[in-house]
Structure formats: C-alpha cells, structure tokens
C-alpha cells in the first residue's frame, strides 16, 4: 500500500498494473490526506446504531473522492444498495438476503448451462442461432490448471439442453455467453488483478446471471467496463453482482435498443439541446457537417468516460458523479417493497432540507424540477464541457466528422476528472437559468 502523505498519491497507485503493459492514460487524480473521504472519516460518519450521515460523506467526495480501501463500501451507499437510515444489523440481513438471491439466480442459470459457476470463461458459440448445441466449442479457459479435471467433469455431466426447441429467451441468452467471454478477457487487462483467472470467470459469471434476469436488455458490450470495477473493490461476488445491478438500474436505458432506435439515443438528443442552448454556433457547426445526432458521443455516454481516463481516475470521476447526483431516497426507488424492513419505511417521510442531496441534484430541485422527471444525468453535462472545452477546436479545424471523432478522440490522457466535473456542474447551473428564463 502507498504511504498517503504530501501532495498525494496518484489513483492508480492502488491498482496495481503489470509490468510493461501500461493501460491508457496516466492518473492526474491525487489520493489526498484531509481532503479524500478517508478510513477515519467514513466510520465516523456512523452512528453507535448504524446510522449514516450521508450529507457529510457526500461532501467529503464531491471535495476529493474516496480512499481506494473503502471505496467499494462507500460505493454500495452512493448506488442505493442501502439506505443511509438503516443500522447495522438492517443492513447485514439484507445483505445476506441478496446474497441468497443471487444464488438462486445462479442457479437457474447453471441449470440452462453448466458453464456458469464452473471456473469456465466460455470464449466461443455454445449453440447455433436456431438452439442446436455446437460440439466441442472452439475456445474454453478454465479458472485455473488444479481446477481443470474437476470443472470439466461439472461441464461434461451438466445441464445444457440438447433439445433444438428450446425457447427463444434461453436461446438468445446462451448466444450472448460467448460475447461476455470475448468481452471480459479484454476487459483492464493491463491489471494484475486479472492475472489470476478465477477474476475473469466471477466477472463473466456476474455478467451471464445478469443478462439472464434483465431480459429486456440482455448483454452489451460496455457492460463488462461498467462491472469490473465491482468485482475489484467488492471481495462477494454477489455483493458485486448488486453493485453492478444498482448501476445498470442508473444506465440500463441506454443499453436497451430496438431495430428503429439505440438506447442512449434520449441522452444524445439532449446533448444536442444543451450544446444549443450553451454553444449555438458549435452546434450549428456540428449540424452542417453531418453530426447533429451527436453519435460521436456514444461511447462517452456509455461507458462514463471509461477509455478516456485512466482506471484510478475513471473511478474518482464515477463516485463524483454518484455524489452529485444522489437523492436520500435512491435506495427506496430500487429496492424490491418486499425486501423493506418496517425501519427502512421510514426513509419515505418528508425531507426537511436538502443538505442529503447531491450537489447536482440539489440546483434540480432549485429549479422546480420534480423527482417524478428524471432529470437529466451529469454524464451529459460532461460530454457538454467537453464539447464546450473543444469548441474553438472545432469551430476552426473540423471539416468533417472524421476530424470531429478525432479532435474528441485527443482528449484521452488529457482530461482532468475533478476539472470535468466541476465545469459539468457550472454548466448545469448556466443551462438551467438560460432555460427557466426562456
């Protein structure tokens, strides 16, 4: 572990990277003393009984982020795993509770196809597009060499369903396995975390068991960026099953297409209407050379700015924008009503401030915007300040959307997370008046 002292210690310090194979940029983030939400700060932000001030923990990170050794724990709160008025005790019930599901979840899937839980990553077609198995799949990796007799026996002797009729929901879900494989073996690679394959296979597991239970969106690519990170900073696997599942109740829309529109297609045009609101002539610009539909920013939208940052600051930019954004009552908007406790019913009495809010979330509300709106997220903004950071750039030099990707494309190793966040939020500000008052 890094000596945290001085000016700071870079993110990525904390998440060690293996030699030779660098990834991406550089970190510009600096883990901070007295700044950074620490050890110290986070358990004393709990009462004797479990409660936890939120407010204050919501500062400490918008300030500075949060020390790598908590993060995952802290993590779980900004994504509405639990409610920050639930005790000690509330919070372990449910956490067993998940944990059994998620088993049961599993399960099921096991069922269908054995691969799943076996130490297997299954890089190849498991079956044709019409539901017949493929013999002897062409790429299969397994946990580890001690485990390889044993996993293969499980496979052999396992549940996969030789029947061509098979429905079209487990048909669609087993054609998905391989792509999670394909996906997860370059997924932060660079780490040394993924040297040990038993990583690979719990991240391709999550992801198989998720694809399974959200049938509506299945398994895009992205998804595997999104959910990595769980898996490093949550040991459980069902714990980081949960925190990723959080997420995607954040993000799923975007990954939820059909033949006539892409999922993130709502946030792309409301990029198009900010950058017309903020930035009239860049966005004129972008009209004229063909990219009023803003796609070029698809990528940043999906996977939070992922590729353009380092991994330790793509974290630090994640649980900023999850502290801007949170709202005292995320857990009660996600939680299934029979998974309540009496005690957690209690988190849906008025509030009487605003200091539990996120900042973001807190000039939505000064605006008049109702909760029931779903206003829109940070990570438009973000992309905004990019654009409106770029804009002479662009004004001036792109004379084609090729030259638009490329200028966009430059700001990798560029970007500064805690800078991005901040014009994000002064941006929001500005848009909001500049709407209100027209």
């Not at 013999?135 to 001690?146: F, G, I």
């Not at 004004?395 to 430059?410: C, Q, S, T, W, Y």
């Amino acid at each position: 572990m890094m000596t945290w002292r001085g000016s700071g210690v870079p993110a990525d310090s904390y998440y060690e990277a293996r030699e030779g194979c660098a990834e991406g940029p550089e970190s510009k983030f600096k883990i901070k003393a007295g700044r950074t939400l620490s050890v110290r700060r986070w358990q004393t932000a709990f009462s004797p009984e479990g409660y936890l001030d939120i407010a204050s923990v919501l500062r400490r990170i918008q300030r500075a982020g949060v020390h790598p050794s908590i993060r995952g724990e802290v993590w779980e709160f900004l994504l509405g795993c639990f409610d920050p008025k639930s005790t000690f005790d509330e919070r372990e019930q449910l956490r067993q509770h998940r944990r059994v599901q998620y088993e049961r979840w599993k399960d099921v899937c096991r069922e269908l196809d054995s691969h799943v839980g076996s130490g297997i990553v299954v890089t190849a077609p498991l079956i044709t597009e019409d539901g017949q198995p493929i013999k002897d799949p062409l790429v299969l990796m397994e946990a580890s060499p001690n485990q390889i007799s044993s996993k293969r026996s499980q496979v052999d002797s396992g549940a996969e369903s030789t029947d061509p009729l098979m429905n079209k929901q487990v048909i669609s879900w087993k054609l998905t396995l391989h792509q999670i494989g394909l996906d997860v073996l370059r997924t932060n690679r660079s780490l040394v975390f993924y040297e040990k394959k038993e990583n690979l296979s719990k991240l391709w597991d999550i992801l198989a068991v998720y694809a399974w239970i959200d049938k509506d969106v299945g398994y895009c690519q992205g998804m595997s960026d999104l959910c990595s990170p769980m898996i490093i900073l949550l040991e459980d696997e069902a714990d980081a099953f949960w925190c990723f599942e959080r997420l995607m109740h954040k993000l799923r829309g975007n990954f939820k297409c059909t033949e006539s529109s892409i999922g993130v297609e709502n946030q792309l045009q409301s990029l198009a209407s900010i950058t017309q609101v903020l930035d009239p002539k860049l966005h004129q610009h972008l009209e004229t050379l063909g990219g009023g539909d803003y796609l070029f920013a698809v990528r940043m939208l999906m996977v939070l700015f992922r590729r353009e940052l380092s991994f330790g600051d793509s974290l630090y930019l994640w649980e900023m924008m999850w502290a801007s954004e949170y709202h005292p009552d995320l857990f009660m908007l996600y939680e299934e009503p029979e998974i309540l406790t009496e005690k957690n019913d209690r988190s849906k009495r008025k509030l009487k401030s605003t200091r539990q809010f996120g900042k973001f979330e807190r000039d939505n509300i000064r605006n008049g915007t109702k909760t029931s709106e779903a206003p829109l997220p940070i990570t438009v903004f973000l992309v905004a300040s990019v654009l409106k950071d770029k804009s002479t750039k662009l004004l001036h030099e792109a004379r084609g959307l090729d030259d638009v990707v490329k200028i966009l494309n430059d700001i990798t190793g560029d970007l500064d997370a805690k800078k991005a966040c901040s014009h994000a939020i002064k941006l929001h500000k500005k848009y909001l008046k500049m709407t209100k008052n027209s």
